[in-house]
């Protein structure tokens, strides 16, 4: 499995709670090679965001383990695992979570800036990466001056501006009417066209049906495996 981007071998996370521990995730055992596309489907509060996390290195699984590129992830510390993260793992979410006060060049720029890339070479990549998502005339908008699925594309190319090997997406067309969602679906596929692996969690049953590997989850588990 050389080529696997992340293992987890029978991960659960338990959440400890006054009423009693919740188990969000229960035992689950899942590989992602190198430029797949996954989809994770399932009701509300079935666990697919706290999987989508431990995947993404956000959270540590309570038991079992996870190995990202080769290395296993609950020997790192804190500030090795936000180095990870930020180097190899895009996240895009349902509620796009830019920055309001920057422009969308801006926003795309800042992870390169944490990774430590100097700042003519961020602004380039930004640029490129805006034109790469049909925004290359927005470059100087902020948030509030979008629309939603323009948004989403920035939020996708501030995923991408490290080159990651894994993107990961929480309900990306959540908050999308139909025609912004499947521009977004289109240019998550042409993303991982591109080479990056992607695990989509969607409600969504068109955005599902375009990933090759279709996951269910019914209380915690994977109950169900679809092969495209
Ligand atoms: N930080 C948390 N603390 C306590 N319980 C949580 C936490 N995050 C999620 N849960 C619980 O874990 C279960 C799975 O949640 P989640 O992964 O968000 O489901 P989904 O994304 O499928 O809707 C739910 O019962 C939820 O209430
Ligand atoms: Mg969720």
Redesign the pocket.
């Known amino acids: 499995m050389s080529d696997a981007v992340v293992a987890a071998q029978r991960i659960s996370r338990v959440?400890p709670?006054p009423a009693g521990p919740?188990v969000?995730v229960c035992d689950v055992t899942l590989t992602v090679a190198a430029g797949e596309h996954i989809a994770i489907r399932?009701p509300?509060?079935?666990?697919?965001?706290?999987l989508l996390h431990m995947l993404g290195c956000v959270d540590a699984p309570s038991s079992g383990t996870l190995v990202f590129d080769r290395r296993d992830v609950s020997t790192l510390d804190d500030r090795a695992r936000s180095l990870l993260r930020l180097r190899h793992i895009g996240f895009v979410f349902q509620r796009f979570f830019l920055l309001p006060m920057l422009t969308a060049a801006e926003n795309v720029e800042l992870p390169q800036a944490e990774a430590g890339a100097p700042k003519r070479e961020r602004r380039a990549r930004s640029l490129e990466l805006l034109a790469y998502v049909g925004l290359g005339a927005r470059a100087d908008h902020r948030p509030a001056q979008l629309s939603g699925g323009e948004m989403q594309r920035v939020a996708i190319a501030r995923a991408l501006a490290n080159r990651p090997r894994l993107l990961l997406a929480d309900e990306p067309t959540g908050e999308l009417d139909q025609t912004t969602g499947e521009q977004v679906a289109a240019l998550l596929d042409r993303v991982n066209a591109d080479g990056t692996a992607l695990v989509i969690?969607t409600h969504d049953p068109v955005l599902a049906s375009r990933a090759r590997r279709v996951l269910t989850m019914r209380d915690g588990r994977i109950d169900h495996e679809a092969a495209r």
């Open positions: 959440f709670m919740v969000a399932g509300s509060g079935c666990g697919k965001s706290t969690v």
